[in-house]
């Protein structure tokens, strides 16, 4: 392409390739059959499956790590965020803080490991007699280097509470945003935890979910030269951006200084955009540890065989809540809050 407001095209995976200060993103969508009395997968329907690690999403669905109910078993993090978006479907959270909790359709949980933390993220299937569709997305946002030492904590942003407006065109066709992160149009959104690189209104971090028409127009604003601004069309068939055809299961990577106007195909799409100013620091990843240095990942290692980040409070790898929990966010500290 040769439109200077979009600067790469890259086709969409599992894994969604981010810039700095995003880290990657991680896109779930599994059709889930009903669940059986342990909020699980039936073990008819296991037979072949590599349990443990099953990514294959056959029949439509993958396990990951999960062993009865799918999701990822407790696993440690440290120097960086994450961001989940749940679509539909929900999630049952527990951490070494103490802290557990239930939340989807809409919720999203900000997670801060900072300093360092263990938690799961297991998909119960609540629904006995009909599917648990699940969608979801991870985003991974770095921390600078004094975030990588703040203490573990994470906020929820109720579905109800997420800031969201519409959009119409000239011709009356209308754009829905919901916003994360970030403000756009004149809109603000939530404020996330203090030690997040989208704490600062500076950082210009943005976390926008977009729900357009067919043939409806929207325009991203010019935001500074040093953004790095990437669009992510998830669903739907094409759309143009500044007149030029791009395929579903996109990324676009525009221009964060220009205006970008994007207008619709003839079906209903859904894009994701992550924007903010770069962090512009070393990165040493290994894994689930994402430092400055190898030196501080080699450390951070050790702290973990020695400390388990806390421990594991839970008895279980795999823990989850009852099938009548609701959503709701019981914090290490003592607060609960219920939905």
């Known amino acids: ?19 700095d200060p995003f880290l990657i993103t ?4 599994d059709l889930y059959p009903a669940g059986n009395e342990e909020q699980g997968v039936d073990p008819s329907l ?16 993958s396990m990951y790590h999960g062993k009865t109910v799918p999701g990822f078993q407790a696993h440690p993090h440290k120097g960086f ?3 989940t978006v749940v679509l539909q479907g929900l999630v049952d959270h527990f951490d070494s803080t103490g802290s557990k909790g239930r939340y989807g359709n809409g ?18 299937l609540v629904n006995e007699d009909k599917p648990n569709p699940l969608e979801l997305f991870q985003i991974w946002l770095n921390l600078p280097a004094k975030g990588k030492t703040a203490s573990p904590d ?12 519409e959009e119409a065109d000239a011709n009356g066709r209308k754009a829905i945003v919901r916003l994360i992160a970030g403000s756009l149009h004149g809109k603000e959104s939530l404020k996330p935890n203090s030690a997040s690189w989208a704490y600062e209104e500076n950082n210009h971090v943005g976390i926008y979910l977009i729900k357009m028409e ?72 290994y894994g689930p540890f994402v430092l400055n ?23 279980r790898p795999d823990p989850v809540n009852e099938r009548d929990a609701g959503r709701f966010a019981s914090h290490g500290d003592g607060r609960v809050e219920k939905r």
Not at 1 to 19: A, D, H, P, S
Not at 46 to 61: P, T
């Open 1 to 19: 392409m040769t439109n200077n407001k979009i600067l790469n095209v890259q086709q969409l995976g599992f894994q969604w390739q981010c810039e």
């Open 26 to 29: 991680m896109y779930h969508h």
């Open 46 to 61: 296991l037979v072949g499956r590599n349990i443990g690690g099953d990514f294959e999403k056959r029949e439509g669905f």
């Open 81 to 83: 965020e994450t961001v």
């Open 107 to 124: 919720d999203v949980q900000w997670l801060t490991t900072g300093s360092g933390c263990q938690h799961t993220e297991m998909f119960p």
């Open 154 to 165: 994470y906020k929820m942003l109720w579905a109800e509470d997420i800031p969201e407006f």
């Open 214 to 285: 067919p043939g409806s127009v929207f325009t991203l604003p010019s935001v500074s030269l040093t953004l790095n601004r990437n669009l992510y069309f998830y669903e739907g068939e094409t759309i143009a951006i500044e007149g030029e055809s791009v395929p579903v299961s996109n990324r676009v990577k525009l221009a964060g200084d220009q205006d970008t106007t994007i207008t619709n195909g003839t079906k209903e799409s859904y894009l994701l955009v992550l924007e903010g100013e770069p962090i512009n620091e070393p990165i040493a990843q």
């Open 293 to 315: 240095t190898r030196e501080e990942i080699q450390a951070a290692y050790t702290e973990f065989q020695q400390t388990l980040f806390g421990g594991w409070p839970w008895g």
